[in-house]
């Protein structure tokens, strides 16, 4: 399984950026995926996710601007980042669940894609 995670790059604060995860090797419509985020000096959090049935949860910290989507036909999880932060600074990370359709307590991971947001 692979997970190949694009889109990320510079912008500024109030701007926006999608990105991308393209999943394969797997059967994606059944597993639940999500992105996360890293920024310099904190843990990983969730920023979004998303189950098999469309139900979508996100951090609070991104309500209201930011939005996940996937197109199962194209086994790709999408992010839409709209009016970003310079606090949404971070090394983005999609996941897919290894085998939930619900959670993402076990997952493949992408290679990690930097968002750097400036002020």
């Known amino acids: 399984v692979q997970l190949q995670a694009s889109g990320g790059g510079l912008v500024q604060a109030r701007g926006s950026l999608s990105l991308s995860c393209a999943a394969s090797g797997m059967l994606f419509s059944i597993n639940a995926g999500g992105w996360y985020r890293q920024a310099p000096g904190k843990q990983r959090e969730l920023v979004a996710a998303m189950n098999s049935n469309g139900y979508t949860t996100y951090a609070d910290s991104v309500k209201g601007r930011f939005s996940i989507s996937r197109d199962n036909a194209k086994n790709t999880v999408y992010l839409q980042m709209n009016s970003l932060k310079p606090e949404d600074t971070a090394i983005y990370y999609c996941?897919?669940?290894?085998?939930?359709?619900?959670?993402?307590?076990?997952?493949?991971w992408g290679q990690g894609t930097q968002v750097t947001v400036s002020s």
């Open positions: 996941a897919v669940a290894r085998r939930s359709s619900t959670s993402l307590d076990d997952n493949y």
